[in-house]
Nanobody
Framework: QVQLVESGGGLVQAGGSLRLSCAAS????????MGWFRQVPGKEREFVAAIRRSGGGTYYADSVKGRFTINRDNAKNTVYLQMNSLKPEDTAVYYC????????????????WGQGTQVTVSG
């Protein structure tokens, strides 16, 4: 049974930093692309960042490029999202996703999702 568990969300002031973690279990982690998406009430879930299963390719939404960094530790079956220079518009529930589809920027390319972690940035 595939399980993705996010952690690290919380409340932070604008300009601050948070690091999200997503621990995966149930299938061979290194075989899968990993992504982060976010969603606010009333809006579509949007792509934030992704990293290919080889770890060689990373992708970012324009809105977070230069501020967020995704990386993975295949030995720990964990993917991370380091978020710096946070803005109030980054407030959302952040979801970790796992899959093998392409493009990695689309939610339909993932077949496993975590429960989400709330990130709130106060202005």
């Amino acid at each position: 049974q595939v399980q993705l568990v996010e952690s690290g969300g919380g409340l932070v002031q604008a300009g601050g930093s948070l690091r999200l973690s997503c621990a995966a279990s149930g299938r061979t982690f290194r075989f899968y692309n990993m992504g982060w998406f976010r969603q606010v009430p009333g809006k579509e879930r949007e792509f934030v960042a992704a990293i290919r299963r080889s770890g060689g390719g990373t992708y970012y939404a324009d809105s977070v490029k230069g501020r967020f960094t995704i990386n993975r530790d295949n030995a720990k079956n964990t993917v991370y999202l380091q978020m710096n220079s946070l803005k109030p518009e980054d407030t959302a529930v952040y979801y970790c996703a796992q899959g093998t589809g392409i493009p990695v920027t689309m939610s339909s390319s993932y077949d496993a999702w975590g429960q989400g972690t709330q990130v709130t940035v106060s202005g």
